[in-house]
């Protein structure tokens, strides 16, 4: 692909789609368009040399003017956020269908050459789910379907657009999985927060605060695999540049329980917290693991950050977010 191409990123504003706008600008893309419909201001990342763009993607008309001219477009934007809100948000997680269906739209309107789609390990199957030693999920895993009710129904239908909008129309469309993606520069509180953003605040705030306590949902013995923002920008991108039409796995094959998550951000903390744990509050599946066989097969693509590691640097960030030590960055 030639730098000079312009190069579209939805969902710039947030936490995948900032991280991967600065990410093709390191390498040189010259032609860079970021959207969202957020106020500028409150992007985590934005640049002065880029086509900086707040918009609805809801409405088609907005996502023909961000698929202009494009020759690449990376679809991030939705409107989603940690088990907190999707399980309390379904209606406004299915709605997210008009982003996707409007941008497909004006993507084929427009003769983009590559359309990239956002999916999530939320499309899999809750039967396949049920145990803390999940067996890792395969590609196939997602049928029969019964995904995660609300978000990941929208998520498995605009998968589903995606390939009909290539066999029917000649769009190119690349799927990815993406299993809970982690690091700096992304939602850390304010309900829409995962589990290592919200380990990390809880930890600090219990730090900061001497209350010597942190909160957890559910039991803690529910299971996860955490990819880390770096691989995960690597795998969108090679994901992107490949032939290959199927949804691919872009996660963590490192198993861990969110009991063993605390306990990884209290080492990098110093401290040791009593546990509470909310039996009521939002869970998710019980267990939940990504197979990588296909992925590496196909795309010669691993995750290589250790769950330690991307933690540690998240915890910084978010350490310096909430104790005003570092302020949201805008790079110029
Ligand atoms: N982070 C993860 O763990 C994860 C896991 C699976 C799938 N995904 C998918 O990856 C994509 C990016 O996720 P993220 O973690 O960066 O989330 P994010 O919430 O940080 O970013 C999504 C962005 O989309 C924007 N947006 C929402 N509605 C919009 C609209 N109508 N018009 C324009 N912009 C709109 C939001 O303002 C937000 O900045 C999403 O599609 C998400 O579903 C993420």
Redesign the pocket.
């Known amino acids: 692909m030639n730098k000079t191409d312009l190069v579209v990123v939805?969902?710039?504003?947030?936490?995948?789609?900032?991280h991967l706008i600065a990410d093709l600008r390191r390498q040189g893309y010259t032609r860079l368009r970021a959207?969202?419909?957020?106020p500028a201001d409150d992007?985590?990342q934005r640049f002065a040399d880029v086509e900086n763009l707040s918009?609805?993607?809801?409405d088609k008309q907005?996502c023909e003017r961000t698929c202009e001219g494009a020759h690449h477009v990376y679809n991030?934007?939705?409107?989603?956020?940690g088990m907190g809100f999707i399980e309390l948000n379904k209606a406004l997680c299915m709605l997210?269908v008009l982003?996707n269906t409007h941008m497909l739209m004006a993507a084929r309107q427009a003769g983009v050459q590559r359309f990239f789609y956002?999916?999530?390990?939320?499309v899999y199957a809750a039967e396949k789910q049920t145990s803390a030693a999940v067996t890792p999920l395969r590609e196939g895993d997602a049928y029969p379907a019964m995904p995660e009710d609300g978000y990941g129904w929208e998520?498995l239908f605009s998968e589903r657009m995606c390939r009909h909008f290539t066999e029917d129309f000649g769009l190119e469309t690349r799927v990815a999985?993406?299993?809970?993606?982690?690091g700096p520069y992304?939602?850390y509180d304010g309900g829409?927060e995962?589990a290592p953003a919200a380990v990390c605040r809880k930890v600090i705030q219990a730090q900061l605060s001497g209350s010597g306590e942190i909160e957890i949902w559910g039991d803690g013995e529910q299971t996860r695999s955490f990819?880390y923002i770096d691989d995960c920008l690597v795998g969108t991108q090679r994901l992107l540049q490949s032939d290959i039409r199927e949804p691919l796995n872009i996660g963590s094959d490192q198993l861990v329980t969110i009991n063993e998550l605390v306990d990884i951000v209290e080492r990098i903390a110093g401290v040791r917290l009593r546990r509470r744990y909310r039996l009521d509050a939002p869970k998710g599946v019980r267990g939940r693991n990504s197979d990588n066989t296909l992925v590496k097969q196909q795309l010669g693509w691993a995750p290589s950050t250790r769950l330690e590691d991307g933690m540690q640097r998240t915890y910084e960030w978010i350490y310096g977010e909430m104790t005003g030590q570092e302020r949201r960055v805008v790079f110029v």
Not at 10 to 18: D, H, K, Q, V, W
Not at 35 to 38: E, M, S, T
Not at 76 to 81: C, K, N, T, V
């Open positions: 939805t969902g710039a504003g947030g936490f995948i789609g900032g959207v969202d419909i957020k992007w985590y918009l609805d993607l809801n907005s991030l934007a939705a409107d989603m956020g997210t982003i956002s999916s999530s390990a939320c998520k999985r993406y299993h809970n993606v982690y992304g939602t829409r995962k990819t």
